[in-house]
């Protein structure tokens, strides 16, 4: 399953030019199915481009994202049912990373938990990017040769 994650960048302006972004942080839910392989595609673009309704795409190189799930909010990331660090970055300069659950990742999770989604820019600063409830539903077709096993 694919799941296309769009976040928008607010762009200021300096008389220099520079650019400085601010991310809106978001709560969102996400329903996925135990069993499956589940990707998470993160978009980012900017939605002032040229002082138009068009955007465009916000080059992402360097930047790191961590995707964490957990029981309760207060578990400490070591005892986090799942973490990733591991994004793949070959579309950064498109705006786009992509973070992977493999089936071995999801297939004894069921049910409700909480998650969060950061990310540590070139620059180094850290930002929430959207957080909720993450939901597995349990894959109905679990016989041999619909699964990895």
């Not at 972004?21 to 329903?31: G, N, P, S």
């Amino acid at each position: 399953m694919n799941l296309v994650m769009e976040f928008y960048v607010d762009e200021y302006r300096k008389h220099t030019r520079d650019e400085i972004f601010k991310l809106r942080e978001m709560k969102r839910d996400i329903v996925l199915f135990s069993y499956n392989d589940n990707k998470l595609k993160l978009k980012f673009r900017n939605n002032y481009a040229n002082w138009g309704d068009d955007y465009y795409v916000v080059d992402i190189t360097g930047w790191k994202f961590f995707f964490t799930i957990k029981n309760k909010p207060t578990d400490s990331d070591d005892n986090a049912v799942y973490k990733n660090d591991d994004a793949n970055m070959s579309e950064a300069t498109d705006g786009e990373a992509t973070i992977t659950l493999e089936e071995d990742d999801t297939k004894d999770l069921l049910g409700n938990y909480l998650y969060s989604l950061k990310a540590k820019t070139e620059k180094g600063d850290f930002k929430t990017l959207c957080f909720g409830i993450i939901t597995f539903q349990q894959e109905l077709g679990t016989r041999e040769g619909l699964t990895g096993e």
